[in-house]
């Protein structure tokens, strides 16, 4: 699943390759997919879309949103795109192909679950319009509006201080975008356990929390996203995490005690038990 570095990556990719080009043909649900999500008909999509230009895409979280004139697509986080030059084979399998005017097209093929969403400018009603919402309305976590002042707004509030740090960072949206695929190495980097208490941190630890936040998320986008995750154009990011599936069960780089699994709020935490006390 991306999140917000990478989406935010693969918006200027769109930005920068796609924007400006003209629909020529559209097609939606080819390869049924039981956890594809769409808004309303998926045939309806050629529709309102052929013929217009693609426009400007936006990062919201970890979603990826396109102004298409008087339309949008919205992708959710568990969509992988591709973008293909003119000649280039089309995949056998997806959920969405976007051919242009000169010969390219995008793909979009869901992994384990997500959200492909044409819809028009004015209007948009579903259960996923709360989650869209919020994405939309908060401060981005990679931008200057994600600030010390506004993070501390949110780590102070009465109903966080029972949370657990992960719960804090990861869950219920309290910060679009930031989910357990960055969560590990945020912690570590801020010598926090996933199971410290909210209301158990100091003023400097807090402080310390956010800028951990926002380094290794820079850093995460700076490297092109994490390498379990692909660009638009199908190359793997060059952020390696320090804790990770991949790395459970080796020496931390710190301390040498080796990485630590558990199951904790229905997924996975990795912690070195030396440095995250």
Known sequence: MIEAPEALYI?????????????TFVTA????HKFAWFYGNPENYGNMLTGKIFGITHAYGGLLETDIEDSRLLLGDGVNLRYFKPGDKIPDKHQLLIGFEDESFLTGSVRMYGGILCFPADSFECSFTPYRDSA?????VMSD?????Y?????NSDEKQKKTAKAFLATEQTIPGLGN????????NARLHPKTRINTLTDNQKENLFHCV?????EIYQAGGRNSETDLFGKKGNYFPILSKDTCGKPCPVCGEAIRKENYMGGSIYYCFECQK
């Open 136 to 140: 939309k309305n908060k401060p981005q």
């Open 151 to 155: 993070f501390l707004t949110l780590i």
């Open 145 to 149: 509006a994600f600030n010390l002042d």
């Open 181 to 188: 695929g960055v969560l590990q190495d945020i912690l570590f």
């Open 214 to 218: 926002k380094s290794t998320l820079k």
């Open 29 to 32: 649900g080819y390869t049924p």
């Open 11 to 23: 918006a200027e990719q769109m930005n920068q390759t796609i924007q400006g080009k003209r629909i």
